[in-house]
């Protein structure tokens, strides 16, 4: 009888996992936020990644006034009271669906976020702004935290029939007192009708705590995730002089899992931008990239650390981009600068990888907008690529250089998918898409999904700056094409330089606009604003822009 009732018991257990294994859950969501082969496949089930975002809503067509308009926030969909009290909504969507990433700026926001789940009148989730997506309310770093000012939450709230998140501070359309001033951008899956999600509950939360801690730590420790004694291992050193190259090739199928270069040259910061990466897969090169860009270093070597990519105090450069191909993989390393460059090390660590129809290529695009002319508070979309194919957007970085000490981020992302007439993401500021806030007051910062390697630019000051973001649950599926602009808006008339890479993975026949461009990768990298822009000096005259205030005196 015992052993029956065993039998029972354990084929009851196999059928209530074999269910859940085709439910999207918590634990599953937080399994595939760290699960690097599930981004170069396409997603099963399939889902759409949008954003709802505080953007001014002048903005409606790229034909129409109002398209570069920059008072982003505090707008809202609508005005509700429940329970006696005002509740601005965010977000209102029907399910099945999942938040995926959530990210407030401003100042501290007063107010409480309110999540409602499947129509229920209880919130779920019930916080104050700054608590729960900053400091850890409901899950602590990685997945919530600070980037300097900004507000970053990526716990993932899952949800069956539909979600509406509320805020029930001032709004400053209403009190005119600036420091009422928020922005907000919520990003959010949306899966096909019937699909199945364990919506979110706080007792999950409590059940899930191991999991939780397991995710946390590994992104936390990006090294830490690879098993490198499964793995195979290629490497190189040599020097590669003017022009020169390093080949090696591989066949399939297989998936290179960790790519690490280390360079030395008379002049690093120019190697890192001149020196390209060049990687074919079954036939198709796929990724054109000079190396500093490719590992989110932008100029120079400035050392942070992501959840895909990590640049060491060492000079060296790691990447953990799944990378699979079904029958060929040729990777170039070229020099096409005219100084030797010395290769330190280049390691590769691959393996064993079933291709099939889901399996997808990685691509890395790398682009040079130089001395480009900006007019005060007049925006321009800059395209950071424009996509045809089937695929997935996974990052992107961008590297720059600033020739007005102030700020230059206000510009929006604006992201459209399958042709959309208005894209599916329309953001609120350079910044925010970024992770941080405030741009003109940023310093430097790392998570897993974001970083800002170089800072400088951020400060209102002239010089280089770099931005990264690493995509995982938020990642942004395409079935035809994907168009990937981003406003350039900047408080005073100047010049740039504008370097953007984006990073996404697609089956096999994806084509693009961005080409191969090695008169760019040869440009001497910008160091003083005299490399970018002519500046007319007078002989013997102070340049004001250099001097130091040392007294202030009178009104």
């Known amino acids: 009888m015992r052993y029956r009732n065993f039998i029972a018991a354990a084929v009851l257990t196999f059928i209530a996992n074999a269910a859940s294994a085709d439910v999207i859950t918590l634990e599953s969501l937080l399994n595939e936020m760290v699960d690097r082969d599930a981004l170069a496949r396409l997603s099963e089930p399939g889902y759409e990644c949008r954003q709802a975002s505080s953007y001014q809503r002048l903005s409606v067509a790229p034909d129409k006034e109002g398209w570069y308009a920059n008072q982003d926030w505090s707008h809202f969909i609508r005005k509700e009271e429940n329970d006696g009290r005002v509740e601005w909504v965010m977000l209102d969507v029907e399910g099945p669906g999942c938040i995926v990433r959530f990210w407030m700026g401003g100042n501290a926001p007063y107010g409480k976020l309110r999540f409602y789940l499947d129509g229920s009148r209880k919130p779920v989730i019930e916080e104050t702004a700054d608590a729960l997506l900053g400091h850890g309310a409901l899950v602590g770093r990685p997945l919530s935290a600070v980037r300097s000012r900004g507000l970053n939450f990526f716990f993932p709230i899952p949800y069956a029939k539909g979600c509406k998140i509320t805020y029930d501070g001032p709004n400053y359309w209403e009190t005119k007192n600036g420091g009422h001033r928020e922005w907000y951008n919520i990003n959010y899956r949306t899966y096909a009708k019937g699909t199945a999600v364990r919506s979110f509950t706080r007792q999950q939360l409590d059940m899930r705590r191991e999991t939780i801690a397991i995710t946390q730590r590994r992104l936390a420790d990006t090294a830490s995730s690879l098993d490198r004694g499964q793995l195979k291992r290629t490497s190189r050193v040599g020097r590669l002089a003017p022009g020169a190259g390093i080949l090696v090739k591989y066949r399939g199928p297989m998936v290179i899992r960790e790519l690490g270069l280390k360079f030395s040259a008379e002049d690093l910061d120019q190697a890192l931008r001149s020196t390209v990466l060049k990687i074919q897969f079954d036939g198709e090169q796929t990724v054109w990239c000079p190396v500093g860009d490719f590992f989110g270093s932008g100029f120079g070597l400035n050392p942070y650390r992501s959840w895909q990519m990590r640049v060491l105090e060492d000079g060296s450069m790691i990447c953990n981009w799944v990378m699979p191909f079904k029958t060929s993989c040729k990777l170039t390393l070229e020099n096409l600068s005219d100084k030797p460059v010395h290769l330190d090390l280049a390691e590769v660590r691959w393996g064993p990888w079933k291709w099939d129809e889901r ?69 609120t500021g350079t910044e925010d898409y970024y992770g941080y806030s405030f741009g003109g007051s940023s ?55 504008f370097s953007p890479t984006t990073f996404f993975y697609a089956r096999p026949g994806a084509r693009s606009n961005v080409k191969p461009s090695p008169e760019d990768a040869k440009r001497p990298v910008p160091r003083k604003v005299d490399d970018v822009v002519v500046v007319y000096r007078l002989e013997g005259a102070f340049e004001g822009e250099s001097l130091k205030i040392s007294e202030l005196t009178g009104q």
Not at 472 to 493: C, G, V
């Open 359 to 427: 399996s997808m290529h990685f691509n890395a695009l790398w682009r040079q907008y130089s001395h480009v002319k900006v007019a005060a508070r007049q925006g321009q979309d800059m395209n950071y690529a424009t996509i045809t194919g089937r695929g997935k957007l996974v990052g992107d970085s961008l590297a720059l250089f600033n020739c007005a000490p102030a700020w230059w981020g206000e510009g929006d992302e604006k992201i459209f998918v399958d042709g959309e007439a208005f894209p599916s993401s329309f953001g």
């Open 443 to 497: 310093v430097f910062y790392e998570g897993p999904f974001h970083a800002q390697p170089e800072p400088a630019a951020s400060h209102n000051e002239t010089g280089r700056g770099t931005n990264l973001r690493v995509r995982a649950l938020d990642a942004i599926p395409f079935a035809k094409s994907l168009k990937f602009d981003m406003e350039l808006w900047h408080w005073q008339n100047t010049y740039m330089h």
